[in-house]
C-alpha cells in the first residue's frame, strides 16, 4: 500500500514532463522511481547519464534534460521493438541531440553469472567508450534491465571504469529472485553499498573515487 500511494503522489510531481501519453510495460520504473530519478538528476546536477533498459524513463529524462540546457542520455536496450519505439519517439519530440538509444541484443558476456546473457559485450563496449570520449564520465548510472535478478550483474563489472568519482548508480527490482545476491556481490568487489528504497523500488548507491 505505501508503494501504491508514493506512486499517486509521484503521478501529480511527473506532471510537468507527461507532455503527452506514453505507453509502458510492468518492466519499467514507477511513478515513484521516476520521481526519484528525477529528483537525482537535479539535486545531484548528472549531466552524463547511462541506463540499461529503456522506455517511457528514457523520454522523461530527456525531456528533462533538454529543458533544463544541459546533459545527456545514452539509454541500452535489448528489445527491438522497444528500442525502436524509444528512439523515434526522441527524434519525434526532437530530442535527439540529447538522448541516444542503443539496440544490443542479449548475448554470453564474460561477466556474466552462470552464463546469465546481458547486452553484446562488443557493441556495448563501442558505445559506451564513444559516449564518454564525447561526453565525459557517467555521473548517472541507471540499472533497470536485461531482467531482474542475476542477469543485471555484469552491470558494473562493465561500468564501473568509466563512473566518475560520487556517480549516483540506481539499480531497480532489486528485491527479485537474485537480485540480493547481485547487490551483495557488487558491495563487495566494487566498494558500493547500496540503501534499498521501499516507497520506491530502487536500490541506490555513491560511488567512491
Keep these: 500500500m505505501e508503494r501504491e500511494l508514493a506512486d499517486l503522489a ?3 510531481r ?10 509502458t510495460t510492468a518492466d519499467e520504473l514507477g511513478p515513484a522511481a521516476l520521481v526519484a530519478l528525477v529528483d537525482e538528476v537535479l539535486l545531484g546536477s548528472r549531466t552524463v547519464a ?8 528514457s523520454v522523461l529524462l530527456a525531456r528533462l534534460l533538454a529543458r533544463r540546457g544541459y546533459g545527456h542520455l545514452l539509454s541500452i536496450e535489448h528489445d527491438e521493438r522497444t528500442a525502436a519505439f524509444v528512439a523515434s519517439q526522441l527524434r519525434r519530440e526532437g530530442l535527439g541531440h540529447v538522448a541516444r538509444v ?16 546481458w547486452y553484446h559485450p562488443g557493441l556495448v563496449h563501442e558505445e559506451v567508450s564513444t559516449y564518454v570520449e564525447r561526453f565525459g564520465l557517467v555521473d548517472l548510472l541507471l540499472v533497470d534491465g536485461p531482467r531482474p ?12 571504469g568509466v563512473l566518475a568519482p560520487g556517480a549516483a548508480v540506481l ?4 528485491d527479485e529472485p537474485g537480485g540480493p545476491e547481485v547487490l551483495v556481490r557488487w558491495a563487495e568487489e566494487f566498494d558500493l553499498r547500496f540503501t534499498p528504497h ?3 523500488s530502487l536500490s541506490t548507491a555513491t560511488a567512491l573515487a
Excluded: K
Design 10 to 12: 509521484a503521478l501529480v
Design 14 to 23: 511527473l506532471a510537468p514532463l507527461m507532455t503527452e501519453y506514453l505507453p
Design 50 to 57: 547511462v541506463e540499461c533498459g529503456c522506455g517511457a524513463s
Design 102 to 117: 542503443v539496440h544490443a541484443p542479449l548475448a554470453r558476456h564474460p561477466a556474466a553469472i552462470a552464463d546469465t546473457p
Design 149 to 160: 535478478g542475476t542477469a543485471r550483474y555484469p552491470a558494473l563489472p562493465v561500468f564501473r
Design 171 to 174: 539499480a531497480d527490482d532489486m
Design 198 to 200: 521501499e516507497r520506491t
